[in-house]
Structure formats: C-alpha cells, structure tokens
C-alpha cells in the first residue's frame, strides 16, 4: 500500500499529483481499515516528527548560545532565525508552492530537519548556530504547509491525528531533551542521537502513508458537513462533491474569494496565537513567585510543561467535540492574557498554582483553537478548494507569533523596569 502511495505521490502537482483512483478496484471493508490506521498513524508520526525537531534544535541552540562567549544578547536573533524563514515560507506557499510535488517537498523538510541538529551539534559559533535555527525554521514550515495541504486528499479524521502528533511533540521533545541531557549525555551527543526523528519522517511518508481514497458518502463527517453553509459564498451544497484537485488548476480570482471566506477562521487563529505567544514570550519569565520551593528556572520550567501539556491534550480532542465558533477561544485567551498582563503589574495572585492552572487552560485554548480551525476548515471548503484553503490558513500561526514578538519583547523590557 504504501508503495502505490509513493508512486502517486512522485507526480507533480500540475500533472496531477494524487490521481483518481476510479479506475483501481475498490478495496474490502477490512483492507480500507487497514488503509485507514496506517494513514491516520502515519499523519500522527508526520506531526510529531515534523514539530519534534523544531522543539528540540531551539531547546539545543539556547542552551548552545549561553555557553558562547559572544557580546550582546543572542535571544532577539534567535527568535528572528527562528520565526522569519517561517514566516516567508507561509507568505509565498499560496502562490507557487503547489507547483512542486509533495515528495520533493518532504525530503527538503527532513533534509533540513537532519541539517539543523548537525549544525547545532558541532556548532563554535554563533552564526553558525543561527544557521541551525534557520534550517529547523525550514524544515518545521515547509512540513506543516505540506502536511496540512496533503489531508485534503485522505479522510478528514486524519487532520485530528495531525494535529495531535504536532501537540506531542512539544511535550516529548522538550522531556527527551532535557532527560537525556540529565542522564549525562553532552548536547552535542543528545542532538546527534536525534537523527533517527527525520528519518522516521521520510519512512512514515514514503512507506506508511497508502493510497488516497474518495471520502466515503453518507458517513458522520458528510453528515455534519451537510448541516453546514458553505464557508466561500455562491458555492451550492446540494452539489455534487468533485474529488480534490490540485490547486493549481484555480485561477487568481478563485483564490482571492477562497481567501475572503477563510478570514472568519484565520482571522480568530491569529489572535489566539498573538495572545497566546504574547503571554509565552513576554510574560513568563516576569511570573515569578518568591512564596514556593521553586526558584526561578524551575518555575519557568513548569509554565512550559504544562502549556505542552494543554496543547496536546486540546489537539488530541478533535474525537471528543468540535469548536466552530473559535472566535470564542480568540476572546477567551485575549483575556487571559490581560488578567496575567494585570497580575505582572499588580502582583495580585497569591498563589503560583493559580498560574499553573491558567497556563495549562492557554495551552488548552490554543490547541483547541489550532485543531478545530483546520477542521473546520477543511469541512467547509468544497474539494477542489480544500488543498489551496489548507496551504493558505497556515499562515495564522505564524503571523501572529510574529505579531506578538514585535510587542511582546518591548514590553518585556518596559516591565522589567517598573519600579
């Protein structure tokens, strides 16, 4: 199975990349649920594999850089090398990146993936540390606008796996980072035994992932997406579902009306990014309670963890309800973050449990927000629409990480100095 999936995915997109299957003999009952388990399991492994070396190169490249004897500090370079490559990547992938075929597309991700924890390694230096960040930038981008467009041409279940597996791999990156490093391994030994993570990428892609099948009619998702209304206006749903095509084939003026009728969606993501990485990047550090066995890094430690933990708990929660309105979760984490903006200023919490619980309830947010947006996303555009709607609504994350870096950092200093 997995060799005709690689077979199909060799094609080019423009010379119609995941052709149709009509022509193959439908497969029995207890083959397509075979087919089924292999596909959502690889997408589970393509998200953790695809997040888990980002997580861990940036957890190696600031441990690296404090140990570097360079004046100045490094931290607003690394967080430029680590969100702008992203951020270009998802900017142009709408306009061109469907030109290349998936698979050239994910052997650059997991090239760049392997790249990165080699640079960082055996990096003396600065720069060359910085290059590490960029290539992991790289590898992290280019692997979730790929992956992300590649669901539109299996069932919708494996969106909910995707976005599980980029959940865990925040929570087991960073423990398998910092385990092995505890258990006397140098960072430099600790990366490159993680060269084994971008290779299972590679496998689960070329040899896990099967066939691409027609979505079955008549089954639970079409049932909900028939109780819903179109998310691009003057689409008819009564009409007939057309199997996902290459977006490629979309004009200029089908893109822009696809891209009006996202914004209801990527718009609430944004925010719920902005806030959520406002609060991860500017307030942190600035939550530091005296009254507790805890010192400073330990709390900061903790305040990671559990933001891991919420998010992968969220995305792993596809199963058990969906959210359509996520412009509930956009105003829910906006207020998070101006009750812990309060709680800097004021020093009003008594406790530092209270701020444990607010963080794992950010980290639910976010992944909550993350998971039911593509969904949502992905029910409500038509199947010709699905692959460009998917590539577009990536950019969310990034742009507002992005957004909250240019605020956050300011503030952060400006805070560090009240009296």
């Not at 299957?21 to 087919?35: I, K, L, T, V």
């Not at 209801?264 to 009254?291: D, H, K, S, T």
Request: charged share 15%; glycine share 8%.
């Amino acid at each position: 199975m997995g060799g005709s999936a690689g077979s199909l995915r060799r094609l080019s997109d423009s010379e119609g990349e995941l052709i149709s299957q009509e022509s193959e003999e439908p497969r029995p009952p207890q083959d397509r649920r075979g087919a089924h388990w292999k596909n959502v399991v690889g997408f589970w492994i393509l998200g953790l594999c695809n997040n888990f070396s980002y997580v861990v190169m940036l957890s190696a490249a600031h441990d690296i850089l404090s140990h570097q004897k360079e004046s100045g500090n490094q931290s607003h370079a690394v967080l430029l090398a680590d969100i702008l490559p992203t951020l270009v990547i998802k900017l142009l992938a709408p306009f061109g990146l469907h030109l290349l075929p998936y698979s050239p597309r994910v052997l650059c991700s997991g090239f760049c993936a392997a790249g990165s924890f080699i640079l960082i390694a055996f990096s003396r230096s600065v720069p060359v540390s910085l290059c590490g960040v960029v290539l992991a930038s790289i590898s992290s981008g280019l692997g979730e606008v790929t992956f992300l467009a590649l669901t539109a041409f299996y069932p919708r279940a494996v969106i909910s796996w995707w976005s599980s597996g980029t959940g865990g791999a925040g929570l087991l990156g960073a423990l398998s980072y910092l385990g092995l490093t505890q258990a006397g391994l140098s960072p430099q030994h600790t990366l490159l035994s993680m060269l084994g993570i971008p290779v299972l990428l590679l496998a689960s892609y070329f040899f896990l992932l099967t066939s691409p099948e027609p979505q079955d009619p008549g089954g639970e998702e079409e049932a909900e997406r028939a109780a819903r209304q179109p998310l691009i206006s003057g689409e008819d749903p009564e009409a007939p579902e057309r199997k996902p095509d290459s977006s490629s084939g979309l004009s200029l003026h089908e893109k822009w009306t696809v891209f009006k009728g996202l914004q209801y969606y990527i718009l609430p993501l944004i925010l719920v990014y902005f806030a959520e990485y406002f609060i991860n990047q500017g307030l942190f550090e600035l939550l530091f309670f005296r009254n507790t066995s805890l010192n400073h890094a330990q709390q900061y430690r903790w305040y990671q963890m559990l933001y891991q933990a919420g998010v992968f708990a969220s995305r792993s929660s596809l199963r058990c309800f969906h959210i359509r309105f996520t412009w509930t979760l956009a105003l829910l984490q906006c207020f998070n973050l101006v009750f812990l903006l309060l709680h800097v200023w004021l020093n009003f919490l008594p406790s530092i449990y209270l701020v444990f619980l607010i963080i794992l309830y950010e980290g639910l947010l976010g992944g909550a927000a993350y998971v039911n947006t593509f969904h949502n996303v992905a029910l409500e555009t038509s199947d010709e629409h699905r692959e460009f709607a998917m590539t577009t609504t990536c950019i969310s994350d990034t742009l507002g990480i992005s957004l909250s870096g240019l605020t956050a950092l300011p503030l952060h200093d400006l805070l560090c100095h009240l009296p």
